[in-house]
């Protein structure tokens, strides 16, 4: 398999989370909290958001568990900078920053790897404040000091996703232009012609 071409576990998790996040974010633009006044198409925006925050909050438990116990594409330490050797991805990956280089894709890590760690822990945290929402908040009445709380949490945290959802596509694109396979190897489920014919050759012997 090449370097940087992700296992299709890895891609089915980024494509449901991409979808999810995606469909959160432009839901809550048009939805109305249960104890606003709203109209019906707002009303039901708030209750397509429950069920897709739940759905991305499987996605997210899914993610956590496959970048603790698979090794795969890099684990965990692809994430975050937890060895010696990932953090000295990080600090090359800046000093090529700051001579204006983009870091390498892959699952080696560095900045890039990074990155998606702290966009993961926010949308870990925006699916686990709205959890505790969907179940606190109340039917009927006026909500209480804790629902107020996760409420201000989770939009505090809505928009550091907001921010990452935008840099991360903006930078996606970015690579893309500058001639890197960074959306074809994620989005692209066709065969790799050289893994086949690897395992051809394998096969034979």
């Known amino acids: 398999m090449k370097s940087n ?8 998790l980024h494509i449901g989370l991409v979808l999810t996040i995606s469909a959160q974010l432009l839901i809550s633009l048009i939805m109305s909290a249960p104890d606003d006044k709203g109209t019906a198409v707002s009303k039901l925006a708030y209750e397509m958001h429950e069920i897709v925050g739940l759905t991305a909050l499987a996605i997210v438990v899914l993610h956590w568990g496959w970048s603790i116990f698979s090794q795969a594409d890099g684990g965990l330490t692809h994430l975050f900078p937890v060895s010696k050797q990932s953090r000295q991805l990080v600090i090359k990956d800046l000093k090529n920053l700051k001579q204006k280089k983009l870091p390498e894709v892959g699952q080696k890590g560095g900045v890039i ?17 709205g959890a505790f929402l969907f179940v606190l908040f109340p039917e009927t009445g006026e909500p209480d000091a804790l629902v107020e709380l996760f409420a201000e949490v989770h939009e505090t945290i809505a928009v550091l996703v907001w921010t990452y959802w935008i ?28 893994t086949t014919v690897n395992s051809t050759v394998e096969n034979k012997s």
């Open 113 to 129: 790897g990074l990155v998606h760690g702290l966009g993961f822990l926010a949308v870990t945290g925006m699916a686990i404040s």
């Open 167 to 194: 840099g991360h596509g903006g930078m996606a694109f970015l690579h893309h232009f500058k001639g890197e396979e960074v959306l074809k190897n994620m989005f692209n489920f066709k065969r790799d012609p050289s």
């Open 5 to 12: 071409s992700w296992s299709l576990q890895t891609r089915f």
